[in-house]
C-alpha cells in the first residue's frame, strides 16, 4: 500500500492480546547499534549501522541486520512487512491479511536482505487473528494482527538470518505514551 500512510502503535498495549494467540531527528553520520548477539530476541548477529535522518526515500539496511523483518506475499508479490514473533506467529497490520479470511492465499518470506534475492525460507499462513477491534472501514484503529504459520521456521539452522522481535509488556515499560525527546529510534520496514 504505497500510497497509504504509516501507522505506528505502542506494541505495548497490544502484548496481552498478542501473548493470548501465541502463548524527523538528525542522526549523526554513522551510528553503529551493537547488538548483544547472544539474546534471544531483538538481535540479528550483525550490527547495524544507522547513516540516515530519513523516514521515506531512505537507505538500504546493511545486509541482513534485520533478521526479525519478513515480507508478506501473494502471488510471489510483496504486499506488505512484519516481525517475528516466534518459530510460529508473525506480527503484522490487519488491514495486510484481512483478505484471508476471503480465502486469499498469504505467503511469508523470511531470511532475505531485499525482495529480489532467492527466496531463504518461505511459509504459509494458515491462520489470521485479527485484533477483534479492527474495521477494514476504519483502518487507523487496532490495525494489527497476528498470523500463524503452516511449519515453524528454522530458527536452530539458519539463526544468523533469523530472529525473533522482544515484546515488552506494559508493566516492563519506562516510557510514556510518546518516546523521549532526542530519542534515537529506527524506522525499519
Known amino acids: 500500500m504505497s500510497n497509504s500512510p504509516g501507522v505506528f502503535t505502542n506494541l505495548a498495549t497490544y502484548s496481552d492480546w498478542i501473548e493470548s494467540i501465541s502463548n524527523t531527528i538528525h542522526l549523526e553520520s554513522r551510528n553503529i547499534y551493537r547488538c548483544d548477539k ?48 516466534s518459530n510460529s506467529f508473525i506480527l503484522t497490520s490487519a488491514q495486510c491479511v484481512y483478505s484471508f479470511k476471503y480465502g486469499i492465499n498469504i505467503t511469508i518470506v523470511a531470511g532475505i536482505h531485499n525482495l529480489f534475492e532467492t527466496v531463504t525460507v518461505s511459509r504459509e499462513v494458515d491462520q489470521a487473528y485479527l485484533h477483534p477491534n479492527y474495521s477494514y472501514e476504519r483502518r487507523g484503529l487496532h490495525d494489527i494482527a497476528v498470523v500463524h504459520l503452516d511449519q515453524p521456521l528454522p530458527f536452530d539452522n539458519i539463526s544468523s538470518i533469523l530472529a525473533k522481535t522482544c515484546i515488552p509488556t506494559e ?19
Open 171 to 189: 508493566s516492563e515499560l519506562s516510557v510514556t505514551e510518546y518516546p523521549e525527546t532526542n530519542l534515537k529510534l529506527a524506522v525499519v520496514g
Open 38 to 85: 547472544k539474546a534471544s530476541c531483538g538481535c540479528g548477529q550483525i550490527d547495524v549501522a544507522l547513516t540516515s535522518s530519513r523516514i521515506t526515500d531512505s537507505e538500504d539496511a546493511i545486509e541482513y541486520s534485520w533478521p526479525m523483518i519478513i515480507s508478506l506475499q501473494r502471488d510471489n508479490r510483496h504486499i506488505c512487512g512484519g516481525t517475528i514473533l
